[in-house]
């Protein structure tokens, strides 16, 4: 991550969207594509520059893209991820993605066993704090 203004921002979108996923189950679009959006326009003014951003979006939303099409993973997530792309780059994206599969799949298999014996009856989970965990596992990695 190469500014605290983009450090900040995707620490506010992360925030807003995983107490809207957990109270509602959805990510309001105003804020995923809003949060891409401006991180389009300020990290094209305040530097890297447009192609960083928009190269980080692509490959932040479409690592998501596959999940999405297969109805695991609704589009709000992805989109999300698009938008911690557009405010860093390809590469803090992509640690970031990796980061949320280990922790979506610490999730998956707690809400699995969870089921088995019969504790819950969860048969899906808000996965914007995976998103969120990752994100941070991320930048204390980096």
Known sequence: MQTWISAAAIGQLLI????????????PGLLTIGGLAAGVVVRSVLGPGIAT???GAGVG???LLVFVLLGGIGA???WLLA??????????VLA??????????????????????G??????????????AGTLIAWLAG
């Open 61 to 63: 939303g479409g690592l």
């Open 76 to 78: 709000g997530d992805a």
């Open 16 to 27: 807003v969207a995983t107490i809207w996923d957990l109270r509602k189950s959805e990510i």
């Open 119 to 132: 504790l819950a009856s969860l048969r899906a989970f808000p996965y914007v704090p995976a998103i969120a």
């Open 83 to 92: 938008a911690i792309g557009a405010w860093s780059d390809w590469r803090f």
């Open 53 to 55: 951003s928009l190269i």
């Open 96 to 117: 970031a993605a990796v980061w949320t599969g280990v922790v979506g799949g610490a999730m998956a298999a707690i809400v699995y066993v969870s089921r088995r014996f």
